[in-house]
T-cell receptor, first 111, second 114 residues
Framework: DAKTTQPPSMDCAEGRAANLPCNHS???????VYWYRQIHSQGPQYIIH???NNETNEMASLIITEDRKSSTLILPHATLRDTAVYYC????????????FGQGTELSVKP | SAVISQKPSRDICQRGTSLTIQCQVD?????MFWYRQQPGQSLTLIAT?????????ESGFVIDKFPISRPNLTFSTLTVSNMSPEDSSIYLC???????????FGSGTRLTIV
């Protein structure tokens, strides 16, 4: 599975959009981009995933560049409860495809 | 999505002892995984729990230290054997839900070895 690079930490003002970048320059054509987050003392929570098209759900939007070498997770209106570590992961989607975590970005949403 | 129950939620153990962590899922799932999260660190995959066969371990993890059982499609156990303070971590069970290919995680077992 391809490796990802994320900034170790970011701050965001409450109510503003949080844009979390991820670099995955060695991604293969059959690898998806996944985002998870881990709020302190809890198990990781699935946010969103995509292959090459932009995706949106009730939690966030995922923007993948045309060359698929990077992506951005957007939390449109960050709240204090969005403070967490956010993990960007690339993996091949097949039964048993492993989820390998990097170091993630620690997002602090401030009032 | 699947609901995962992990027991115990936390424990304090003496070094040299062993502890078995249970993971119960409310629906049948094909893939179950065990992760370790050391203090202040990211998650590390220990092994894939295979139903009806031996678990598949990642590099750096061995069956003698972390024996795993998977008797059916809703249950798995992870044993941490002959514990030392370095085994103090959060251990998490995870399942893959085939519908959206996302993983669901349990709330974890916080283990402290003294």
């Amino acid at each position: 599975d391809a490796k990802t690079t994320q900034p170790p930490s970011m701050d965001c003002a409450e109510g503003r959009a949080a844009n979390l970048p991820c670099n995955h320059s060695t991604i293969s054509g059959n690898e998806y981009v996944y985002w998870y987050r881990q709020i302190h003392s809890q198990g990781p929570q699935y946010i969103i995933h995509g292959l090459k098209n932009n995706e949106t759900n009730e939690m966030a939007s995922l923007i993948i560049t045309e060359d698929r070498k990077s992506s951005t997770l957007i939390l449109p209106h960050a709240t204090l409860r969005d403070t967490a570590v956010y993990y960007c992961i690339v993996r091949v989607v097949w039964a048993g495809g492993k989820l390998i975590f990097g170091q993630g970005t620690e997002l602090s949403v401030k009032p | 999505s699947a609901v995962i129950s992990q027991k115990p939620s936390r424990d304090i153990c003496q070094r040299g002892t062993s502890l078995t962590i249970q993971c119960q899922v409310d629906s049948q799932v094909t893939m179950m995984f065990w992760y370790r999260q050391q203090p202040g660190q990211s998650l590390t995959l220990i092994a894939t729990a295979n139903q009806g066969s031996e678990a598949t371990y990642e590099s750096g993890f061995v069956i003698d230290k972390f024996p795993i059982s998977r008797p059916n499609l809703t249950f798995s156990t992870l044993t941490v054997s002959n514990m030392s303070p370095e085994d103090s971590s959060i251990y998490l069970c995870s399942v893959e839900e085939e519908l959206n290919y996302g993983y669901t995680f349990g709330s974890g077992t916080r283990l402290t070895i003294v």
